[in-house]
């Protein structure tokens, strides 16, 4: 069982910022495509930033010029930094970690246990 441990979640006012981090399994890292995804309240979990294992990111519409994914080989270890917080953006937070496994898209993907982000005054 792959292990994503997350950190960094909290209380935050409204344009505020937080980090978080998910560390992964120096077995896995290097080679799997790290993600955030959130799920708030009576809401699907959704696609929040992503980036492959060679670096390139895509970001869903309403965080793009506010959040930034990064991933640090290193250490491994992914980062979503969140800027100018709105309310909106309280939800709980989850890593994921995928690697693409046929040519035909069947992947393995695994998930972190979440961190809880609130943003409210």
């Known amino acids: 069982q792959v292990q994503l441990v997350e950190s960094g979640g909290g209380l935050v006012q409204p344009g505020g910022s937080l980090r978080l981090s998910c560390a992964a399994p120096?077995?896995?890292?290097?080679?799997?495509?790290m993600a955030w995804f959130r799920q708030a309240p009576e809401n699907e979990r959704e696609l929040v930033a992503a980036?492959?294992?060679?670096?390139?990111?895509n970001y869903a519409d309403p965080v793009k010029g506010r959040f930034i994914i990064s991933r640090d080989n290193a250490k491994n270890t992914v980062y979503l930094q969140m800027n100018d917080l709105k309310p909106e953006d309280t939800a709980v937070y989850y890593c994921n970690a995928r690697r693409t496994i046929s040519v035909e898209g069947a992947y393995v993907e695994h998930w972190g246990q979440g961190t809880l982000v609130t943003v409210s005054s």
């Open positions: 120096r077995s896995i890292f290097s080679e799997w495509g």
């Open positions: 980036i492959t294992s060679g670096g390139t990111t």
